[in-house]
């Protein structure tokens, strides 16, 4: 069994925790896409239906969920050795997650922005600031830039191009 070896490393109990509420959140939204109309009455094809993306999201959530939680038992997450306190950094970096996630969809999409710059400025800081303190750390603070700058750029047009193009969405 892994020992918690750095303050930022959570411990196995609090992945079991959230890998159960990521479970829930995955099955949750996978079956209410799967109770979707499929507007198959009008006509609409199967790729088309309003709940196969949302599906597909809600089953690779819970694919990934379920990876979370297998992991944290094998690390110990049941033993009395793994039930470990969320430390302070755990918990700051859950906070920080939390006000982006909230910027992001309440300030930043739908106001001016387009929708590649929007995801690009979300996941640029995403990235950078929750890395900021192990490349601090490591004296590599200019590359973490540069990474947070380059994989932003690529997801944020990535994923624009994906929902315009390959499954007809528009984005605000």
């Known amino acids: 069994m892994e020992t918690q070896a750095e303050e930022g490393v959570p411990s196995p109990r609090s992945d079991l925790i959230s890998g159960g ?3 829930v959140i995955g099955a949750a939204i996978t079956i209410g896409s799967w109770n979707m109309d499929r507007l198959a009455n009008q006509g609409v094809p ?9 599906g597909i999201l809600g089953v690779l959530i819970l694919l990934t969920a379920l990876v979370i939680v297998m992991r944290s038992v094998a690390r110990g997450a049941l033993t009395p050795a793994g039930r470990g306190e969320p430390g302070r950094a ?9 006000f982006l996630c909230l ?3 309440g ?3 739908g ?3 387009p929708f590649w710059a929007a995801a ?16 601090r750390a490591a004296g590599q603070v200019r590359r ?12 944020s047009v990535t994923i624009s191009m994906l929902f315009q193009y390959a499954f007809l969405v528009r984005l605000p």
Do not use: C, K, N, S
């Open 21 to 23: 509420v990521w479970v």
């Open 46 to 54: 199967g790729f088309a239906a309003p709940g196969l993306v949302p």
């Open 90 to 98: 755990t918990l700051g970096r859950t906070a920080l997650t939390l």
């Open 103 to 105: 910027g992001f969809a």
């Open 107 to 109: 300030g930043l999409v």
């Open 111 to 113: 106001h001016g922005l």
């Open 120 to 135: 690009g400025t979300y996941l640029f800081l995403h990235i950078f600031l929750l890395q900021l303190p192990e490349r």
């Open 144 to 155: 973490g830039i540069a990474v947070a700058a380059a994989v932003a750029l690529g997801a």
